[in-house]
């Protein structure tokens, strides 16, 4: 399977990956180590938390990884009138009568509570290629979906501001 990543979510992953194997990977080895010389390692609290925080650095780590590795680069730009990655929509959900503002990004930065949703989820798979005015349906499930209505596109573009996920 591949990722879809954009070259800035690779470059972010690379720095991330940087960060962890230079700085972070021998603070945490040291700290294991700090803590294994409180004594006895069975009731050692300090000695299991380093060990925890070491082992989800390197989790962290075969994750970066393996997500560059296998990772296919997409475009961030699409068609002037058209839904693309990194465009920030409007659109009228016809069900709840309500407008939403949502910007389209890769899942490794989706937030929805900020705004950001990934172009697999339903509403953003659904969204790319659309243009203003265009009714279209959202499937969330087998048994569920609904229509909306593309109200606004403005242009976007990958600036970097929006981070990784951290899982």
Not at 58 to 81: C, G, Q
Not at 130 to 149: I, L, P, S, T
């Amino acid at each position: 399977m591949h990722n879809e990543l954009t070259k800035m979510d690779i470059q972010k992953m690379r720095e991330e990956l940087d960060y962890r194997r230079v700085t972070l990977r021998p603070q945490l080895l040291e700290e294991v180590k700090v803590a294994r010389s409180f004594g006895d390692l069975s009731e050692n609290f300090e000695y299991k938390a380093a060990k925890r925080e070491k082992n989800k650095n390197e989790s962290r780590i075969r994750y970066l990884e393996n997500m560059i590795k296998t990772a296919r680069v997409i475009e961030d730009r699409s068609a002037p009138d058209t839904v693309g990655l990194y465009d920030k929509v409007t659109i009228y959900l016809e069900e709840d009568g309500e407008e939403e503002s949502w910007q389209v990004v890769t899942t490794v930065r989706q937030d929805v509570l900020n705004g950001l949703i990934s172009k697999e989820s339903p509403m953003g798979a659904a969204l790319l290629g659309k243009k203003v005015g265009e009714r279209f349906y959202v499937q969330v499930n087998q048994d569920y979906g609904y229509y909306a209505v593309v109200r606004a596109i403005q242009k976007g573009a990958d600036d970097g501001s929006a981070q990784l996920n951290r899982y």
